[in-house]
């Protein structure tokens, strides 16, 4: 399995991004894919996932007003769009994803990362 994102850099506070990571390697549609991001100094921590297998999305309570998730079933491309950024969004966004279906498992410990990319929020 490979993952590989796309779409991080430099932003104004107020200003939207738009992530994407395409997956390749999985047999079949029964799997899990999404955001976690880490910051400078923070842990790592969960933003957004998908579930393939019945189109099943995951949104922090504390995000889905301004972070969304979205997928291209043609492109097997899963999308983070990003609006209304703040500085204390400035992280490593990373790519992941879990074979199954559970959310939960997911979110827990998923099985494949992508390399991550910087997303910069300057105020």
């Known amino acids: 399995v490979r993952l590989v994102e796309y779409g991080g850099g430099s932003v104004q506070a107020g200003g939207s991004l738009r992530l994407s990571c395409t997956a390749s390697?999985?047999?079949?549609?029964?799997?899990?894919i999404g955001w976690f991001r880490q910051a400078p100094g923070k842990e790592r921590e969960v933003v957004s996932g998908y579930s393939v297998y019945d189109n099943v999305r995951y949104e922090r309570d504390d995000m889905k007003d301004r972070f969304d998730i979205s997928r291209d079933k043609f492109r097997n491309a899963v999308y983070l769009h990003m609006n209304n950024l703040k500085p204390d969004d400035t992280a490593v966004y990373l790519c992941?994803?879990?074979?199954?279906?559970?959310?939960?498992?997911?979110?827990?410990?998923?099985?494949?990362w992508g390399e991550g990319t910087l997303v910069t929020v300057a105020s």
């Open positions: 390697g999985f047999d079949d549609d029964a799997y899990v």
């Open positions: 992941a994803a879990k074979e199954g279906r559970s959310m939960m498992s997911w979110r827990n410990n998923p099985d494949f």
